[in-house]
T-cell receptor, first 112, second 116 residues
Framework: DQQVKQNSPSLSVQEGRISILNCDYT??????FLWYKKYPAEGPTFLIS?????DKNEDGRFTVFLNKSAKHLSLHIVPSQPGDSAVYFC???????????FGKGNQVVVIP | GAVVSQHPSRVICKSGTSVKIECRSL??????MFWYRQFPKQSLMLMAT?????????EQGVEKDKFLINHASLTLSTLTVTSAHPEDSSFYIC????????????FGDGTRLSIL
């Protein structure tokens, strides 16, 4: 049962524009959400996270928005850069266990 | 900061061999380390969670005698695949975390294990 879902597996965006990645979850016990970036042949790199007590967290070009009522979060990257081309994973965890539930990832291609 | 080193990156060996994979947190002390396995075109699947000095907690369906985990210190955890067979061929990746569930896990670069 996929508790974290990332639809639209791939996204192409022009350099300088905004990239928006979406993630939906089903488990209402999730209270901590993360985004990871992954290049080929490397492990996922932590990008940004958000606690369920917030609805927005910003770090440089990356902003994560959380809509708890809709069980939806999104990652905004602005401005997008060619080095942002990678696979992005949404993940979530709850207080009750140590597990991170991952989405299947979104491929982002930033066109120079 | 938050660098996790995993070694080796690739292993090819014969069936019946035992293979040890190391996971080190280089610039922080990890309260907890995690071992994942990834099948093609699928998400990371958690195999086990380990805390320094205590026995690992294995996920349902993961054979603890097959996948031995030792968490010897706050910076080192090892996964040993014992008597590996072709069906154990996979991508194994570790992560490390400071603190509790509301802190990020930091991942190594993974190990591609191929059993002939």
């Amino acid at each position: 049962d996929q508790q974290v879902k990332q639809n639209s597996p791939s996204l192409s965006v022009q350099e300088g524009r905004i990239s928006i990645l979406n993630c939906d979850y089903t488990n209402s016990m999730f209270d901590y959400f993360l985004w990871y970036k992954k290049y080929p042949a490397e492990g996922p790199t932590f990008l940004i996270s958000i606690s369920s007590i917030k609805d927005k967290n910003e770090d440089g070009r990356f902003t994560v928005f959380l809509n708890k009522s809709a069980k939806h979060l999104s990652l905004h990257i602005v401005p997008s850069q060619p080095g942002d081309s990678a696979v992005y994973f949404c993940a979530a965890s709850d207080r009750g266990n140590n597990r991170l539930a991952f989405g299947k990832g979104n491929q982002v291609v930033v066109i120079p | 900061g938050a660098v996790v080193s995993q070694h080796p990156s690739r292993v090819i060996c014969k069936s019946g061999t035992s293979v040890k994979i190391e996971c080190r947190s280089l610039d922080f002390q990890a309260t907890t380390m995690f071992w994942y396995r990834q099948f093609p075109k699928q998400s990371l699947m958690l195999m086990a969670t380990s805390n320094e000095g205590s026995k690992a907690t294995y996920e349902q369906g993961v054979e603890k005698d097959k996948f031995l985990i030792n968490h010897a210190s706050l910076t080192l955890s090892t996964l040993t695949v014992t008597s590996a067979h072709p069906e154990d061929s996979s991508f194994y990746i570790c992560s490390a975390r400071v603190g509790s569930h509301n802190q990020p896990q930091h991942f190594g670069d993974g190990t591609r294990l191929s059993i002939l």
